[in-house]
Every structure is written in C-alpha cells, then in structure tokens.
C-alpha cells in the first residue's frame, strides 16, 4: 500500500519560509488554498495549518444551505457566483459534490418578515437572481406536507441549495496538494510574530516546537481566530457561538427545497442521503463571557423547541425519529458581515472570520476573490466593505446583513 | 454475486472505500468517519465500529489500549419529533458530546 497523504498529513514536511502560510483547514483556508495554487499556475508556496484533522471545525458540523436569497444586494451577488461555481465544482475538484438545486423557500408570518421578503424579491429582481414571491397556497404546491395557517406570504429561489459538506472540504485539500500546497495536520500554531528586521512578513510557532515564516499570514480560524489574534494584540469584535442542529432517519426524497420560517429561526432540508437536517434559534447563553473559549454540547432544550416548531408547520413530522444532534461554532460578527482583509497595523496578515452561520456557502467565492487579489492585485468591493478596520471608522454604521438565520 | 464487502451496512460503506481512505493518508477514526460517512446512519457505529478498530490497529495505526470511538452523538436512541416536541422549556444544560 502507497500512502499518497493526498489530503495532507501529521507529518508533512514544511519549509522554513512560504510565501503564503494559511491557519486553518476548514472551508475558507482550504478553498484559499487551492484558488491561490490554481491562480498562480503553482508557483506559489503555500502552506496550511491545521490543528486537528480537516474537517473538525465548523465546516464539518454544518448544514450546507447554500442560497442567494440574502437582503443585502451585494450577499446576493457574492452568492450568485458562489452558486455559479458550485454548479461546476464537482467536476474541477473531482468529487462528488452532493449539490443540489432544490431551491430555499421562505416564510414569513409578521407584517415585518413580510415586508422583508417583498425587499428582497424586488432587490433580487433587480439583481437578476431568480426568486419569487409567493402566496402561502402557491408554497404548498412546492411543498404540500407545509401547514400555511398564519403564513402572510413566501419566497422561493429555485437556483438556492444543499450540499453534503464533508466531501466539499476533502475536495478542495486535495486539489490544493496536488497543485502543490503543503497540508499540514494536527499541528497548531500557538503564536504569530512580526519578523524582525524591518520585512512586513511573519514568524508563526507551531505546537510541535517547529517554526515557520510567511510574507503573508491568513487567518482562517473562524470561532478560534480571537486567540490567534490576541497572540498580536489584535482585539476584532467577532466571537462564537454555538449553533446545535439535527438529522433525522433517512426517507425517500419527497422535500425540494430548503423551508425556513423566519418567526423562529427553524430551517429544514432533506439531505442527498434522505435525511432531514434542521436547526432552529435559540436564546443566547451570555457568549460573550470569553470570546476564546468554544462551548460544543447538544441540549434537550435545542430538540424540544425544534421538535415544536418543525412539528407546527410541517405536522407529518410527528412520526420521524431524530437520529443524531451534534453542534458547531458560529463566527459571529456583530453587524452580521465577515471580517476579510488586512488587518490595521499588520497589512500582511489577512483576516477571514467572522462568517457567522453562511461561511460555508461563502467559501467558494470567497476564496476566489481573495486569491485574486494576492496573485493578481485584483480588488473587490467586499475587501473595504468588510474589512478588518471598519469598526474603527468613524462613519461606520455598524448596519450589515438582515437576513441571518440561527 | 458481488464479492464487496459491507463494514457499515447503513451507509453502505465497504471495505474498499475504507483501504481507499486508507490510502489517502487519513488514520483516525473520526477522519475515516467523516470520509466515508461509516457510522453516522441509523445504528450510529454499533455494527462498524469495531471492524473499523480492529483494522486500524492491525495496520498499526491505532493503538488498542488508547484508540476512541468517534463521539457519541444524543439521542441513545431514535425519538419521534412527536415525542420530542413535549420537552419543556428549561434553562440551558451545559455538557453531553461535542
Ligand atoms: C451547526 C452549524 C450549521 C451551519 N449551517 C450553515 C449553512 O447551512 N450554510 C453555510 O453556509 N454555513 C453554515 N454554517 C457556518 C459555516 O459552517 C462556517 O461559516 C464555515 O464552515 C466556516 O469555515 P472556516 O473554514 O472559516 O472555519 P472552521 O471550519 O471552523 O475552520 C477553522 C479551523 O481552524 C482550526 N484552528 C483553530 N485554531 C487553530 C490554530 N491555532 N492553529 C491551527 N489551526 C487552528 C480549527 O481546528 C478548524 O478546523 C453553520 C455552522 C454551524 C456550526
């Protein structure tokens, strides 16, 4: 048996200087990774760090909605071609994907929610994303098992999706390491230092007592990138949260799209492999007592209240079993956009955090526009609109994103 | 007749796809879970978990006294919705499997 360690390893050897060295294999490092060595035709030198096994963080406890429905025309535009590169990625990365475009469908049961949706179809009209405002009738011929009683109106995007999110995150490692990345496993970094001497690059201490150096550093810890940060004295605003989700036992595909219900924050969908995955708000626990500590445990508390809404508006739910509940780490960003870019004092450092609970979705796209800035000095509006030092400015609004879910 | 071999029968995971892993350089048990999806349909690892194991060490690559399944995922067992929609509303319980 030849062990390839096609998807990176505990023992890959790394060089004493990169041109690029990434913290984090979840979905946004590894995307990175792999737009940065498909850009630069492999010429760069890039590594990535990885504390535990790949898909660890949230980016294997995720429920892999992937939607342009946002309220924010530039999240929609983002989405648009983060779908677009979707729709090819099982065949550039080799994998399959388990994408599928069964659409997201919305509901709303206050005037507000209502007034919400009917933003967004007129914005998304605008933008040429394919959404339509409903009547709660014309949802339940998308979805017949949905009680629409106290349902004001509906939106429906049949280009929105599902992915399988594990196969997702191998993908992208192994295409990175084919192109030539280095994939570093079980390995944290403990500390980030400024190089001495006057180069605006980075030495980076490894819990194995290896050290390595960059010119430019990513961070892409998502939850865990507070303590990376305050390694430089960097404070950001964003913190985690736990976000607890469910899948049932597998039934023959009958749920097209993804159904949210904007009244409680419950979303549903039938996964490829047959099983319902939803997940639904809950009320705060005081996150914000130690921004460095990551709280992951399932609660009866979460099974209840999704059980009771779930059952409300799809009652043909009383008689399917949970099978399994696990949780993950949201980002938050306190006004709901990601923190992406260079970060105020340290222009070589990139932060990309803050993605709260849509990182997943966003990885592709994300990863693409950030490589072509690095390879290609190419800019996007994203990089000022949600950079690092905007909570510093003094016209900052602090208004982002309306349309989070969770 | 197939000559497969089934080591998770509820994800239909056989032996190939897992010296496929294998081959990839992946070690762990929760890196071959999430891989393969072995264990995460409805038996949660009861019927795999231990071929896995023992293929693990016999390769040399867990060692017996130490190796751990994956985490254990709540309920024990399956529950209705139905059911679960009774569960009171109580203050957040900290604790079970991460
Ligand atoms: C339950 C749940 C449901 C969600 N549903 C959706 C959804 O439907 N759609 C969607 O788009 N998004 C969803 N999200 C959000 C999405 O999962 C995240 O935004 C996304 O996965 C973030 O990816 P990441 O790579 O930034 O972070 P992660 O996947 O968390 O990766 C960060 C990695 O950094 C590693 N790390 C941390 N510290 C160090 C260190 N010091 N050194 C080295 N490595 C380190 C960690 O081990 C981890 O693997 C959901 C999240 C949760 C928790």
Redesign the pocket.
């Given at each position: 048996m030849t062990v390839t360690n096609e998807m990176g390893s505990a023992d890959a050897a790394l060089p004493q200087r990169a041109d690029v060295v990434i913290?984090?294999?979840?979905?946004?490092?590894?995307s990175t990774a792999y737009q940065l060595m498909r850009l630069s035709k492999g010429r760069l030198k890039v590594v990535v760090?990885?504390?535990?096994y790949?898909v660890?963080?949230?980016?294997?406890?995720?429920?892999?909605?992937?939607r342009m429905q946002w309220a924010d025309r530039q999240n929609v535009e983002l989405m648009m071609r983060s779908i677009d590169i979707c729709k090819g990625l099982a065949q550039e990365l080799g994998i399959n994907t388990w994408f599928r475009q069964g659409g997201y469908l919305f509901l709303a049961r206050t005037p507000q929610a209502e007034a919400q949706l009917e933003r967004n179809a007129e914005l998304h009209h605008h933008v040429g994303a394919p959404t339509r405002l409903l009547s709660p009738e014309a949802a339940r011929e998308i979805v017949p098992q949905l009680d629409v009683t106290d349902v004001r109106v509906a939106t429906y995007n049949p280009d929105d999706a599902v992915v399988f999110?594990w196969a997702f995150v191998w993908g992208y490692a192994a295409q990175a390491v084919k192109r030539g990345a280095v994939v570093r496993t079980h390995?944290?970094?403990?500390r980030i230092e400024p190089e001495p001497g006057g180069r605006d690059g980075f030495a980076l201490h490894l819990s194995t007592g290896e050290s390595i150096e960059a010119d430019t550093v990513i961070n892409?810890?998502?939850?865990?990138s507070v303590?990376?940060n305050r390694s430089l004295g960097i404070e950001l605003p964003n913190h985690p949260h736990r976000?607890?989700?469910m899948s049932s036992e597998p039934l023959k595909p009958f749920l097209d799209p993804l159904v949210v219900d904007l009244a409680c924050g419950l979303y549903f969908s039938q996964s490829t492999r047959g099983e319902i995955v939803a997940?639904v708000s809950m009320p705060s626990e005081g996150d914000d007592a130690d921004p460095t500590e990551i709280n992951l445990g399932s609660s009866m508390l979460f099974l209840g209240r999704l059980s009771r809404a779930l059952c409300r508006v799809m009652p043909i739910a009383r008689s399917l079993k949970v099978l399994r509940q696990w949780?993950?780490?949201?980002?938050v960003s306190p006004d709901g956009d990601a923190i992406l870019g260079r970060t105020p004092g340290f222009p070589n450092l990139i932060q990309?955090?803050g993605?709260?609970?849509?990182?997943?979705?966003?990885?592709p796209v994300v990863g693409e526009l950030v490589a072509r800035n690095l390879v290609q000095g190419k800019d996007h509006p994203v990089l000022s609109r949600w950079s690092p030092g905007r909570f510093d400015d003094p016209s900052y609004t602090g208004r982002g994103e309306t349309m989070i879910i969770? | 007749m197939s000559h497969r071999v089934f080591v998770c029968r509820c994800e239909d995971v056989t032996t190939h796809e897992i010296e496929d892993a294998l081959d990839r350089g992946l070690s762990t048990v929760e890196e071959i879970k999430r891989y393969t999806g072995l264990g995460t349909g409805p038996c949660q690892g009861k019927e795999c978990m231990c071929t896995l194991v023992g293929l693990l060490v016999s390769r040399g690559l867990a060692d017996a006294d130490a190796v751990q399944p994956f985490t254990a995922r709540p309920p024990a067992e399956a529950v209705t919705f139905g059911a679960l929609a009774a569960v009171p509303e109580s203050p957040p319980e900290k604790g079970g499997a991460s």
């Open positions: 913290v984090g294999g979840g979905v946004m490092g590894l760090i990885e504390r535990s790949l660890s963080g949230a980016s294997g406890r995720n429920g892999g909605g992937v999110p390995t944290s970094v403990e892409a810890t998502g939850a865990w303590g990376l976000h607890e989700i997940g949780s993950g780490p949201y980002d990309m955090c993605f709260t609970g849509h990182g997943f979705m966003m990885a969770g | -």
